[in-house]
């Protein structure tokens, strides 16, 4: 079962060791992040594979920005400026 559409601009990126993947902090354009999310890039339609959201910090509490933690397999997508579009999946 899927919920969205969701939307999401990376506006900045991190690799931080201890995260297991680069860490994209960026503005949610439509809906939430939760978990499940299923992202693909907006401009390539390639698949996002966003391993978790990450704890907010006190910067993106004040900007309203999120933590994605996206593998690094997909470092070509994971750029500022880019947006991904996809649907929270949920169980059964």
């Not at 506006?11 to 978990?35: I, K, N, S």
């Not at 390539?44 to 933590?67: K, M, Y």
């Amino acid at each position: 079962m899927t919920t969205g559409p969701h939307r999401f601009r990376v506006d900045q990126v991190f690799d931080l060791t201890a995260r297991g993947g680069l860490v994209a902090c960026g503005t949610m354009l439509d809906g939430t992040p939760v978990g499940g999310l299923s992202f693909v890039d907006e401009l390539t339609g390639a698949p996002i594979r966003v391993i978790g959201v990450d704890f907010p910090t006190p910067t993106t509490q004040r900007t309203g920005q999120h933590l994605l933690v996206v593998s690094r397999e997909d470092a070509a997508l994971v750029r500022p400026g880019r947006v991904w579009a996809g649907q929270v999946v949920s169980g059964s």
